[in-house]
């Protein structure tokens, strides 16, 4: 099969792997990773350079968005799973189903990647928040003490003497 018939054929497949039907108009989750399968195929697996930045965008804006690293990583291993079976299905091809597993796969571990770098740095993000917390809570102590020292000294200044 020629790259345009496989990628259209794979095309053919979106609503099926994303099951769109459930998601009316709103995106399904996996779109993402759906659409860069296609960017991947219509380059013939050669070094994807867009699909790094395109696929890193969309996975960064979902976890700006609130999206868990679980749930875009979820949302991807679904829609590789539903994808496999899919294409078992509709492809006949052994060449053609692993030209179309290979950037799945390829996609698949893009997100992985950049879902484990978000992670990395929401977690020295995190680290950093925590050291300046117990910094603060350190600083906060110290003129504590001191208030304390300074109201006990004048306390002990202020009071009267006292007669023996």
Do not use: C, N
Request: glycine residues 4%.
């Amino acid at each position: 099969m020629s790259e345009v018939d496989l990628i259209e054929a794979v095309s053919v497949l979106r609503d099926e792997v994303l099951d769109t039907v459930e998601h009316g108009d709103r995106d399904p989750p996996g779109a993402e990773v759906f659409d860069a399968l296609i960017r991947a195929l219509s380059v013939g697996g050669e070094s994807i350079p867009g699909l790094d930045l395109a696929l890193h965008d969309s996975v960064a804006r979902r976890l700006a968005w609130g999206d868990g690293e679980e749930v875009v990583l979820a949302d991807a291993e679904m829609v590789f799973d539903r994808l496999m079976t899919a294409v078992e299905r509709a492809l006949r091809d052994p060449a053609d189903r692993m030209v179309v597993i290979e950037a799945a796969t390829q996609v698949a571990v893009t997100v992985a990647r950049v879902v484990s770098l978000a992670a990395v740095g929401r977690a020295s993000r995190d680290r950093a928040d925590r050291l300046r917390e117990e910094m603060a809570q350190k600083q906060l102590e110290l003129v504590l003490d001191k208030q304390r020292s300074s109201i006990v000294r004048m306390e002990l200044e202020t009071r009267p003497p006292t007669k023996y």
